[in-house]
């Protein structure tokens, strides 16, 4: 059974929390965990709180049929990065002109999955 748990609309480029997550692909929750809280990115927290929550929900036994699992035995089978909707903003420039400002969102993504199962 997998744990899934989203960030949608999170305030950050997917292009910058792209590489956080391939850095947690395939590793156990809690090493992904301690991976991440040693990172000065912002997206490493976004990433770090999106892990918890799929912990928590693994961790839940009211959704799991009455079983709850440790973060020593899940797996971050699939850590997702997609982009989300874009702002488009203006920036006033010289001679009357105009400047595009994209401000970008991203949608995280992740699904743990217990070694048992596995």
């Known amino acids: 059974m997998a744990f899934k748990a989203t960030h949608k609309y999170a305030r950050i ?7 956080l ?19 000065p990115n912002r997206g490493a927290r976004m990433l770090e709180k999106v892990i ?10 009211d959704q799991n049929r009455g079983v709850s699992h440790s973060p020593e035995r899940l797996v971050v089978v699939d850590a997702r990065v997609d982009g989300g909707p874009t702002f488009k903003r203006i920036r006033p420039r010289a001679r009357g002109m105009a400047f595009g400002i994209l401000r970008r969102t991203a949608h995280i993504r992740i ?7 596995a």
Request: hydrophobic fraction near 35%; proline fraction near 5%.
């Open 111 to 117: 699904e743990l999955e217990s070694i048992d199962e």
């Open 21 to 39: 997550a391939d850095l947690v692909r395939g590793k156990f929750a809690d090493e992904a965990l301690d991976l991440l809280k040693y990172q």
């Open 52 to 61: 918890k929550s799929a912990v928590g929900n693994a961790q839940d036994p």
């Open 13 to 19: 480029s997917a292009r910058k929390v792209r590489p």
